[in-house]
């Protein structure tokens, strides 16, 4: 056993120095997202605010009007088998284009209703919405709707295309914020996207949500505040026609939002993210449906970590652009549960170790790895959630974690590659 010791510990040195990068970046953005904002178009909320406490009011500023002055916006919702809750979500976007600075008729509600065998179409229709309606089976996926709405676009281009998914809530002011801030950066802008909880939530749906609040919010606010690029999460994403029109979206990815986000990136179109607007989404209540939700993002989020973080970095060397590099950075820092998995797995054996005569530099070296993973927790979670999460929800924590371990397991053994609806709840 004792000749195992070098090799053993060589290891588990590996290990610790592996995970420092990920979590130093982690606890770098955490950190980042305390700092005061300095968006011109910022809401009324604080650095303290959760976000059922901000203010989405309509800011009345007149360079907010100048922005957007004249501009057409298209809201292009993809929708499939949509018909038991699209309505709202379409009435919302209605309200909010009809608030919109400029001559009403200018901005338009698009829905592709793509390969529905429900009444999408017809509820759609019904609020006032154009309907798109495809049928392609054997080209199924968010990407291959998104390239059929964006190419009937061509012949009447708006000045600003926003992206939002048919289940989704867009809060007030949302659609305005992003367009505004897409027309004058001339990048694409990144709603925030957060997960409501089940009626009925499980403990581990508090968990679920923490870690959508550290990714969606916590992190993209701290690339904010340091001047650096924020990834694309799917719905309430606002672009300029110019940089969208071009853009490569027919594919089945299944996180198509996140490489489109790399690819606009490398093309000179790094995202940004608007820290005071809101969307959420829902938690699926049925536990198959979770389990497939999850299972296609982390599995979309892993196969674009290992295939474009290479990329990223690669152009960061050729083009000489820092913000390619911190992408690349941000990137890499695995989803938060399987950071958790990889440092727990790390210590318990470096501790194992330790007790049967080894070294002691790989437990002490991965100890201190754990203390700013979890000060990155803490400071998300008390600064931006903890009105919304009890303390006591995130004992679920190590259950949660264990909930993910097949999925990730399934990740190497039978990987998911194509796209899947997840089932709506019955509301």
Known sequence: MSALFPTLNGLLLAIALLLLLPIGVLLIECLAALLPIRESWQSSSSVNDSPSQVNYAANRSSNRATALSGAKVAVLVPAHNEAAGIYPVLEGLVAQLRKLPGCTELHRLIVVADNCTDDTAEIARSTGAAVLERHDPDRRGKGYALDYGVRFLTNDPPDVLVIVDADCDVKPGTIERISRKALTTNRPVQAVYLMERPAQPKPKDAVSALAFLVKNLVRPRGMERLGLPSPLTGTGMAFPWSVIRSAKLASGNIVEDMQLGVDLAIEGYPPAVGVDTLVMGRLPQQEQAAQSQRTRWEHGHLQTLLTQVPRLLKASLKQKRFDLLAMALDLAIPPLSLLVIFW??????????????????????????????????AVAWYRFGRSELPLMSLLAIPFYVLWKIPLYFAFLVRRQKKWVRTDRDVR
């Not at 005569?357 to 790895?369: R, Y």
């Open 344 to 377: 727990l797995a790390g210590f318990g054996l470096s501790i194992g170790l330790l007790e049967l005569g080894g070294s002691s530099l790989p437990a002490i070296l991965l100890g201190l790895d754990g203390l700013p993973l979890l000060l990155a927790i």
